[in-house]
């Protein structure tokens, strides 16, 4: 408890600016171990498995601990930023921390492994590279059974830091959509998506790195595409209030996509079958939200596929006009 006293100290505003970045940042991991043990004490079972009484000096430090990490090293904003050479560090630190993310025995143990993350995305010059981090955390919360991961990490990462949580979690959880072993896990990357590619994080086009976050977005919006069309032919997936949701997500990336001209990269026959499974699920449903958000997206699909036909015809017209106007232009060569 002295120990953590000096602690708090150290990590105050005016002393924390005066320490080594790696200093700072080497506390991190130590800190979170020593948070799990105590927090498994005080659950009456120690490393070994041998049940123990936890005492109170045992709750003070963890609740020391926890004060430490989340209310004074991880709300730290003038860690400054070094280059590849501790970037490195910073990442291998980051892989250290997923791991203790994946073995979190509760939700306030994993909230810290979360923040944590968060933190040392902050301080990369390229917060890219803890992409692998989150796209096998999504992978294993959305496809393992015997998982301790749950979605209140990504939820912490897309309010936290929105742009790069859409650059980091878009991919997966639109894979997760697709293969998620359960239906409410599917919703839940539907309803994680939704908040990905919320209005408020793609109003800032003038914000740094803008350009490259949207075009992260639009790359996955062939694989939104196939997610939803799987979706909707999934009779477990037909639940009203889980239907309503997920349409109200399609609604919000099918606008995106057409307004990017990114639904061009997708299949027009995929985008077909949708259109028929949505008027499938309008002319079904007792639900009005349902029936209206059905319309709509039909609605919007049918006008992407009649621009893609349009386009197609256009450029299917385009060599017989080049052919008649050369013809045009020798008769004239011959006349002079």
Not at 36 to 48: F, N, P, S, V, Y
Not at 188 to 205: D, K, N, Q
């Amino acid at each position: 408890l002295r120990c953590s006293l000096i602690l708090e100290v150290l990590l105050s505003n005016n002393f924390a600016a005066l320490l080594p970045r790696n200093e700072l940042l080497s506390l991190v991991l130590p800190l979170l171990r020593l948070r799990q043990k105590l927090e498994r004490a005080l659950a009456g079972e120690t490393r070994d498995g041998k049940r123990v009484g936890a005492s109170n000096d045992t709750q003070s430090l963890l609740a020391k601990v926890t004060f430490l990490l989340r209310n004074k090293l991880f709300k730290l904003r003038n860690i400054s930023k070094k280059g590849q050479e501790d970037d490195n560090m910073v990442t291998t630190l980051a892989n250290a921390v997923g791991d203790q993310l994946r073995k979190a025995d509760s939700s306030e143990h994993l909230k810290c492994c979360g923040d944590a993350l968060i933190m040392l995305c902050r301080v990369l010059d390229e917060p890219g590279a803890c992409s692998q981090i989150y796209q096998d955390a999504v992978s294993e919360w959305s496809t393992k059974r015997t998982t301790r991961l749950k979605a209140s990490v990504f939820d912490d990462l897309i309010q936290q830091i929105p742009s790069l949580a859409q650059v980091l979690l878009t991919h997966p959880l639109c894979k997760a959509a697709l293969e998620a072993r359960t239906p409410f896990l599917k919703s839940e990357a539907f309803r994680l998506l939704s908040s990905v590619l919320s209005i408020a994080t793609l109003s800032g086009t003038n914000e740094k790195g803008s350009d490259s976050v949207r075009s992260s977005i639009e790359r996955e919006i062939p694989s939104f595409i196939s997610a939803l069309r799987e979706t909707l032919e999934n009779e477990e997936m037909k639940k009203t209030k889980r239907l309503r949701d997920i349409l109200k997500t399609a609604k919000k990336w099918i606008e995106f996509g057409t307004t990017a001209s990114s639904l061009d990269q997708c299949s027009v026959s995929e985008t077909q079958e949708i259109v028929r499974l949505l008027s499938e699920i309008a002319e079904k449903t007792d639900s009005e939200p349902v029936k209206r958000s059905s319309g709509d997206l039909v609605s919007l699909l049918e006008g992407f596929i009649k621009a893609v036909e349009a386009a197609k015809a256009a450029n299917d017209s385009q060599p017989l006009e080049s052919k008649k106007a050369k013809k045009k232009k020798k008769k004239k060569g011959k006349k002079k």
